[in-house]
């Protein structure tokens, strides 16, 4: 799976994609990310990427042509199955969507800034939009890190123990149940007991109780998902 990241911040998304398991997924050839500096696209002397937003009003807003420059050039050069824009008035993020993109080829990010990019781009490329909880990041390019760590290590083969990913929180719209690990017994507090009990269909009943306490508990919302069955 290729990632297409085109943003005017590179150095915020070279550190978190180049450690652990994006890193072990990218050195195994399963995983390819390009960041592409949308700068060297810019218009004239000064490179400009973004200017004032017709209408007036505070902030700027990202010019269309160095972006369709940019999103041209890739577009040459293979297909893409997605073109994704981050930004806060996306669709939100979840595990599911998380599922149907890991499924995909070849994706572009274009990471929002300023006041955003000109709808017109939004109009005529992108495919999908999408945010990552409701609150404002100042650039999409953490949203970008989180997009492509969540696919990511959803390509079959990155993770170590293939069905791993089948237990993490919301797969099934379950949370994950609480996990131990040695001493079995520190600052008082002891591990339950089933846990030490080598009973495999128990573990499974107390740890699936678990799943089910936490949700109904933590995430109602979550919890009528699962009760639904969706
Ligand atoms: Cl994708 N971008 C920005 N700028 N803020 C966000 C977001 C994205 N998702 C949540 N907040």
């Given at each position: 799976?290729r990632?297409?990241?085109?943003?005017?911040?590179?150095?915020?998304?070279?550190?978190?994609?180049?450690?652990?398991?994006?890193?072990?997924?990218?050195?195994?050839?399963?995983?390819?990310?390009?960041?592409h500096?949308?700068?060297?696209?810019?218009?004239?002397?000064h490179?400009?990427?973004?200017?004032?937003?017709?209408?007036g009003?505070?902030?700027?807003?990202?010019?269309?042509?160095?972006?369709?420059?940019?999103?041209?050039?890739?577009?040459?050069?293979?297909?893409?199955?997605e073109?994704?824009?981050?930004?806060?008035?996306?669709?939100?993020?979840?595990?599911?969507?998380?599922n149907?993109?890991s499924?995909?080829?070849?994706i572009?990010?274009?990471?929002?800034?300023?006041?955003?990019?000109?709808?017109?781009?939004?109009?005529?490329?992108?495919?999908?939009?999408?945010?990552?909880?409701?609150?404002?990041?100042?650039?999409?390019?953490?949203?970008?890190?989180?997009?492509?760590?969540?696919?990511?290590?959803?390509?079959?083969?990155?993770?170590?123990?293939?069905?791993?990913?089948?237990?993490?929180?919301?797969?099934?719209?379950?949370?994950?149940?609480p996990?131990?690990t040695?001493?079995?017994?520190?600052?008082?507090?002891?591990?339950?007991?089933?846990?030490?009990?080598?009973?495999?269909?128990?573990?499974?009943?107390?740890?699936?109780?678990?799943?089910?306490?936490?949700?109904?508990?933590?995430?109602?919302?979550?919890?009528?998902?699962?009760?639904?069955?969706?």
């Amino acid at each position: 799976m290729r990632f297409d990241i085109i943003t005017v911040l590179p150095e915020l998304l070279e550190s978190p994609l180049n450690h652990s398991i994006m890193q072990r997924a990218k050195d195994k050839g399963l995983l390819e990310v390009h960041l592409h500096n949308l700068r060297e696209y810019g218009l004239g002397r000064h490179r400009q990427v973004d200017d004032y937003q017709f209408g007036g009003g505070a902030g700027m807003v990202m010019r269309p042509e160095p972006l369709a420059a940019c999103i041209e050039k890739l577009k040459s050069e293979r297909p893409y199955d997605e073109i994704v824009y981050t930004t806060p008035d996306g669709v939100r993020l979840d595990q599911s969507l998380c599922n149907r993109l890991s499924l995909r080829e070849n994706i572009i990010i274009i990471c929002g800034h300023y006041k955003g990019v000109d709808e017109r781009i939004r109009q005529k490329y992108v495919t999908l939009e999408i945010s990552i909880g409701d609150y404002v990041l100042s650039g999409g390019e953490l949203a970008a890190a989180v997009l492509v760590d969540a696919v990511g290590r959803l390509i079959p083969g990155v993770l170590n123990d293939e069905t791993s990913a089948l237990f993490d929180s919301f797969q099934d719209n379950l949370l994950a149940p609480p996990v131990y690990t040695r001493p079995a017994e520190w600052d008082g507090m002891t591990v339950p007991e089933v846990l030490l009990s080598g009973n495999d269909k128990l573990i499974d009943e107390w740890r699936h109780e678990q799943s089910i306490e936490r949700t109904k508990t933590r995430r109602p919302d979550v919890w009528e998902k699962f009760e639904g069955g969706v």
